[in-house]
């Protein structure tokens, strides 16, 4: 069985990095947390002159990184960012990882510690296609923005953009901004988001 | 410092074939080094060796600082009948992970060691005798202004990196310190800011085995007349080796295996009954073979006194003052610097704004995985595109106009 049983048109990975990209002022110190290869650091490196620090887990896209010249330290986000201090960032990210974090809840806190603010990336598990393949199919989702089997996936949760809502409402932070990413865009607004989105970007600050 | 013309090491060690042993005078006539306990001394003879080839524009070398109890051969053999190559081997060489095919790779005996460089067992010019317990206390710091002096005699203004483990990677942080402009990079392994408690008081174990050896006449044993503590010192080295090791890595190597019976003997003045017993009776015997006791007392008081924030002060505005990128490395199973220890200095680093990245490694060989020939491989993955991107950014940041 091929994993992906749907097919978006665009790479989600670049999507992803131009909607981030264009969130993040120029000059900015920005963490992204589980950075990967350091692929979307080293753009807002180069592009945006950020002054940037990676945090990823896997000894491959560790040395990855490094080899991108990016400076990184190899964590696991559910341990929390015990060596970055806090208010040491402008800009936290969080791309399309946090449906694979444990607690949540306690990883925002974490980056709204050490950042002003959180752009989070997560991936919408209301989008049509997805609930057509559990309420039709009868199957786990398999999409291109999900695209694992449901006993290999790194997902832990699954949630909708109202899910987020209602998560941020229970930690100490506001949504200063939601925008739905439909196909290769994220749009201010949009007619039955929570249906047409395959993810949403969210920037978070502290409530008070 | 002097600063004398290019003694040419190319010619000496081409980068394939057989490393030469040099040396280099540093510290002489008028200018002795002065030590952090306030005392002069000079001249000062180091003991190095060189693989590959620096470039002309002298941007690709990187100087190796070994351990407690390492030495300036760090790779290669010196006679191709050589039982064992240098005690780097599987990290240094040509196509190895520090690739002197490329880069110009420096490593030397410390300052106060007994494998070449001045140190205790050497003659004191003003007796002619040897120095032992009369050799001037020294610490890290003093280690690296040695080091500092001899790259400097090898006409390198900035190294690419230092590189070093353990008491070597205690050298690396100090000399990010004390040279900020000397060291485009810094690569720090299984170390930390201090030695902690517990380093000082196995320390304290080693000495106190020496001391009590009767063979060591308060440090005055060299000669026809004396014999070296060997029981002392060889126990002093069982008792640090333990500390290099991990319990999951003796478990993996020895376990509960006995060395010759079949089975219990039951027999008090039986001293080796256990694999694990003869390994450390083993390590020590080599150890004496090899090592001056008054040198291990001096570099593991050195290691004792090592303290960034002590002698510095308070850690992030002691790193504001660097400029190398650094990459720091710990170990899961390293107990005598575990990686709360690595931690520390980096988030001492990130609170300065420096470039840092940092990785604990998983290994079951404790302290000593940085040095072990299976773990080389895992480093390499981290050591090898780091020092290449230091290179690249280094020859950017050189040229004015950036492509």
Known sequence: MPAKRIYLPDPLVAVTDEVIMAQVDSGSRVVDMGCGNGRLLERLQ??????????????????????????IIRADLDDGLRDVPSGAFDVAVLSQTLQQIRRPLAVL????????????VVPNFGHWRVRLQVVLGGRAPVTDSL???????????????IDFRDLASRGNF?????????????????????????????????AG | MTFNSVPTPVMNSPARGLPARQSATLFTGGEPLTLASGRTFGPITAAYQTYG??????????????????DAHVAGRHDPDDRKPG?????????????????????????????????????????????????????????????????EHLGIERLLAAIGGSLGGMQVLEWAVRFPDRLASAIVLAAGAKLNAQGIAFNAVGRRAIYADPAFNSGHYYGSSGEPPRFGLALARMIAHITYLSEQSIELKFGRKLQHSAGLTYDLLKETEFQIESYLHHQGKRFVERFDANSYLLLTRAMDYFDLVESHGPLPDVFKKTDARFLVVSYTTDWLFPTSQSREIVRAMLDAGRHVSFAELESPHGHDAFLIESQLPMLGRLVTPFLETTYRANVAGKTPEKP
């Open chain 2, 53 to 70: 080839e620096l470039t002309p524009a002298r941007d690709n070398a990187i100087f190796v600082c070994h351990a407690l109890t390492g």
């Open chain 2, 87 to 151: 005690w780097w081997d599987g990290f240094v060489g040509p196509g190895r992970p520090i690739d002197t095919d490329r880069y110009f790779v420096i490593c030397a005996n410390v300052f106060g060691g007994c494998q070449g460089t001045t140190g205790p067992a050497d003659a004191n010019p003003q007796t002619g005798k040897p120095w032992g317990p009369d050799f001037p206390f020294l610490t890290v710091a003093d280690i690296v202004q040695v080091h500092q002096a001899l790259v």
């Open chain 1, 109 to 120: 806190d974490e980056m709204l510690r050490v950042a002003r603010r959180a752009l989070v």
């Open chain 1, 174 to 206: 506001k949504i200063i901004k939601e925008l739905p990413i439909i196909g290769d865009r994220a749009v201010d607004r949009a007619w039955l988001a929570n249906l047409r989105a395959h993810s949403a970007l969210y920037v978070l600050e502290r």
């Open chain 1, 46 to 71: 180069s592009d945006h002159q950020c002054d940037v620090l990676g945090v990823e887990l896997d000894l491959n896209e560790f040395a990855a990184a490094l080899g991108r010249g990016l400076p």
């Open chain 1, 147 to 161: 695209p694992y089997e449901w006993f290999e996936s790194p997902n832990v949760h699954f949630l909708t953009m």
